[in-house]
């Protein structure tokens, strides 16, 4: 089992910036990508930023060129710069970690929350 705890959420006005971290514990070596989802109210949960243990990263199209994920590998950690927020970005913030490349997510944080006032 991985376990993963975010942080950094928190209220932005339009245009501002956040860092969101997080701490992975637990079954380590069983993690090959890792990334981060959103779920806005009324709105399905969706992945926004994954990046792979060699550093390749893929984003959503409604956060490509405002969004940059990170990984520290020696310290279990991921991280997600958002720049140019809009009110559009609120939502729950997920650390998400897959153990088999390209197969989707297999663990989940609780969440941290983002709002984002216009």
């Known amino acids: 089992q991985v376990q993963l705890v975010e942080s950094g959420g928190g209220l932005v006005q339009a245009g501002g910036s956040l860092r969101l971290s997080c701490a992975a514990s637990g079954s380590i070596f069983e993690i090959n990508a890792m990334g981060w989802g959103r779920q806005a109210p009324g709105k399905q949960r969706e992945l926004v930023a994954r990046?792979?243990?060699?550093?390749?990263?893929n984003y959503a199209d409604s956060v490509k060129g405002r969004f940059t994920i990170s990984r520290d590998n020696a310290k279990n950690t991921v991280s997600l710069q958002m720049n140019s927020l809009k009110p559009e970005d609120t939502a729950v913030y997920y650390c998400?970690?897959?153990?088999?490349?390209?197969?989707?997510?297999?663990?989940w944080g609780k969440g941290t929350l983002v709002t984002v006032s216009s």
């Open positions: 990046i792979t243990s060699g550093g390749r990263t």
């Open positions: 998400a970690a897959e153990r088999f490349l390209n197969r989707g997510m297999d663990y």
